[in-house]
């Protein structure tokens, strides 16, 4: 079992940024994504991180923009967030798969983004 809990959401005005966190607890965690679901839209991936080594994969929307990383130390991946827009507003999700094959089973509850124009 994985357990993950996000923090760092908030409300932030066009053209600012965000630094999300998601610790990560449990064993055999192999890859953790960031996701995230605005209202009325279906999910959609940002990005995802190899716990070790931290290969990263960028959805096309998150390049240069947004950038993750991990504190192996902490058990924690981070999401900073630049140049924020309105239509990034959404919840967002981080999640973990334990094998490469695998589907992300493991979810944390989500944090709200709202940007403000």
């Known amino acids: 079992q994985v357990q993950l809990v996000e923090s760092g959401g908030g409300l932030v005005q066009a053209g600012g940024s965000l630094k999300l966190s998601c610790v990560v607890s449990?064993?055999?965690?192999?890859?953790v994504g960031w996701f995230r679901q605005a209202p009325g839209k279906e999910r959609e991936f940002i990005v995802a991180?190899?716990?070790?080594?931290?290969?990263?994969a960028y959805a096309d929307s998150a390049k240069g923009r947004f950038i993750i990383s991990n504190d192996i130390s902490k058990n924690t991946v981070y999401l900073q967030m630049n140049s924020l827009k309105p239509e990034d507003t959404a919840v967002y999700y981080c999640?973990?798969?334990?094998?490469?094959?695998?589907?992300?089973?493991?979810w944390g509850q989500g944090t709200q983004v709202t940007v403000s124009s």
């Open positions: 999640a973990a798969q334990q094998a490469s094959m695998g589907e992300y089973d493991f």
């Open positions: 991180t190899r716990w070790s080594p931290g290969s990263t």
């Open positions: 449990g064993r055999n965690k192999y890859r």
